[in-house]
């Protein structure tokens, strides 16, 4: 069965400092991988979405970057972060673009 | 973009009771699923209903694609049921990449 890990649970950071959050899945091979956000407590929002090792969508303008090295890895990144980037972030997988499986997410906080 | 509201934003009910979420879209989508976030935000799959009646144990779904719009069934509920519930969709554009447009939730909250 395929399983979905992402890394770390919580996270404080303070403004201007660098991020990386990594997501993997088990048991697929090229999935289709996402990032999303969600700030507030309710209403996700989708920030980046991959169809392959190497490619990379972005839906909205941010201050953030997502890389695929690996098949199965997609890892969300920010040189220096702002305090709007706080709030509680998720990776998702799906088979060609049909059912999506969320992670667990990380709760990033920005002080 | 595609739009999607759901209703009620809040919902309180007493154990035992059941209740009718509602998921309107404002274009054809070739991809819709509900979800319910647990308290520790943590995204359940319920159902994956582009189309058509599906039902799992308490928890039944039906979409109705031509009018836009779905509905997520819970009869008997439990405290264990409180949460959001969110509909996401994808419009329907000739392609599928599963990049989901979610609704802003119903908060559900389930009283002993």
């Known amino acids: 069965s395929q399983t979905i890990h992402q890394w770390p649970a919580t996270l404080v950071q303070p403004v201007g400092s660098p991020l990386s959050l990594e997501c993997t899945v088990e048991g697929t091979s090229n999935p289709n991988l996402y990032w999303y956000r969600q700030a507030a407590g309710r209403g996700l929002q989708l920030l980046f979405y991959s169809v392959g090792i190497g490619q990379i969508s972005s839906e909205v303008p941010q201050n953030l970057s997502a890389s695929r090295p690996q098949d199965r890895q997609f890892i969300l990144s920010s040189k220096k972060l702002l305090l709007s980037d706080s709030g509680f972030y998720l990776c998702?997988?799906?088979?060609?673009?049909?059912?999506?499986?969320f992670g667990q997410g990380t709760r990033l906080t920005v002080v | 973009g595609i739009q999607v509201e759901q209703s009620p934003p809040d919902l309180i009910l007493q154990e035992g009771a059941n209740s009718t979420l509602r998921c309107n879209f404002s274009d054809s989508v070739n991809n819709l699923q509900w979800f319910h976030q647990n308290p520790w935000g943590q995204l359940i799959n319920l159902f994956y209903?582009?189309?058509g009646t599906k039902q799992n144990g308490r928890l039944s779904a039906t979409t109705v694609a031509t009018e836009r719009y779905s509905l997520l069934y819970i009869s008997s509920s439990q405290t264990t049921d409180s949460g959001v519930y969110f509909c996401a969709v994808e419009r329907d554009y000739g392609g599928s990449q599963g990049n989901l447009i979610f609704g802003k939730g119903t908060k559900l909250s389930v009283k002993p």
């Open positions: 998702a997988w799906s088979r060609d673009g049909f059912e999506a499986f």
């Open positions: 209903i582009p189309s």
